[in-house]
């Protein structure tokens, strides 16, 4: 059975910084592309930042340069580093196989606010 369990959020204020994780089971993890999703209120998910098995990046225009997304395989684990906040990166982040599969976690709430 997969499981992913996003953690990591919280209450910020714009300029600060915030780490997320991801714990993986369930899947032989170190295989797989993985990625970091968002869905703001009203709208609908959408990709922030992939890293390939290899450990190659990639990242939505709205987040390069701010976020930094990494990979512990021995710990089964995706970080995204979140650095100079803003209040539109306010949503639910969660983790997942990139492209998903249809499992998702319960995700982590991020709020960017003053």
């Known amino acids: 059975q997969v499981q992913l369990v996003e953690s990591g959020g919280g209450l910020v204020q714009p300029g600060g910084s915030l780490r997320l994780s991801c714990a993986a089971s369930?899947?032989?993890?170190?295989?797989?592309?993985m990625g970091w999703y968002r869905q703001a209120p009203g709208k609908q998910r959408v990709l922030v930042a992939t890293?390939?098995?290899?450990?190659?990046?990639n990242y939505a225009d709205s987040v390069k340069g701010r976020f930094s997304i990494s990979r512990d395989n021995a710990k089964n684990t995706v970080y995204l580093q979140m650095n100079s906040l803003k209040p539109e990166d306010t949503a639910v982040y969660y983790c997942?196989?990139?492209?998903?599969?249809?499992?998702w976690g319960p995700g982590t709430q991020v709020a960017v606010s003053s």
């Open positions: 997942n196989t990139f492209p998903p599969e249809d499992y």
């Open positions: 369930g899947i032989i993890f170190n295989i797989y592309a």
């Open positions: 890293i390939t098995s290899g450990g190659s990046t």
